[in-house]
C-alpha cells in the first residue's frame, strides 16, 4: 500500500483500501442518521408490543368427533378381530368370521360418533 497526500490509503491502482472505507454517516450525529433506531425517549420505543387475544374454543368445536384415519380404521379391526380370536382359542377355522364380525363391529362404532 501507499500512502496519498490527502492520507488516505490506497491499494495499488489508486483504490482506496478495503479497511480504510469510511462508514456512511460516521460524521454525522446521531439524530440525522437514517440508519439508526430513534432514541430511547421517542416514544415509539415505549410503547409494549400488542398481543393478539386468544379466544377459548366453543363447545361446538370441542363437540365434533376427530376424524379417523384408514390407518386407524385398520388397526382397530385388526384389534377387535384379534380379540375375537383369543376368545376361541385361535382355531384356524373362523379367522375370516372373525374379521367380518369385527369390521362390521367398528363401522357401527364408528358410525355413532
Known amino acids: 500500500m ?6 488516505t490509503p490506497t491499494a495499488r491502482g489508486g483504490k482506496a483500501a478495503p479497511a480504510a472505507k469510511i462508514k456512511a454517516g460516521a460524521g454525522k ?12 425517549g ?7 408490543a400488542s398481543r393478539k387475544r386468544t379466544t377459548a374454543p366453543s ?9 379417523v384415519t384408514l390407518r386407524r380404521v385398520r388397526e382397530m379391526i ?3 378381530a384379534y380379540v375375537k380370536a383369543e376368545s376361541r382359542g385361535f382355531s384356524p377355522d373362523g379367522c375370516l368370521d372373525d374379521w367380518l364380525e369385527a369390521e362390521r363391529e367398528v363401522e357401527g ?3 355413532l360418533r
Do not use: I
Not at 501507499?2 to 492520507?7: A, E, M, P, Y
Not at 450525529?29 to 430511547?40: F, G, K, Y
Open 29 to 40: 450525529p446521531a439524530a440525522a442518521r437514517a440508519d439508526t433506531p430513534p432514541a430511547a
Open 78 to 80: 385388526a384389534e377387535a
Open 2 to 7: 501507499t500512502k496519498t497526500t490527502d492520507s
Open 109 to 111: 362404532r364408528l358410525l
Open 42 to 48: 421517542s416514544g415509539a420505543a415505549d410503547k409494549p
Open 59 to 67: 363447545r361446538r368445536s370441542t363437540s365434533r368427533p376427530t376424524p
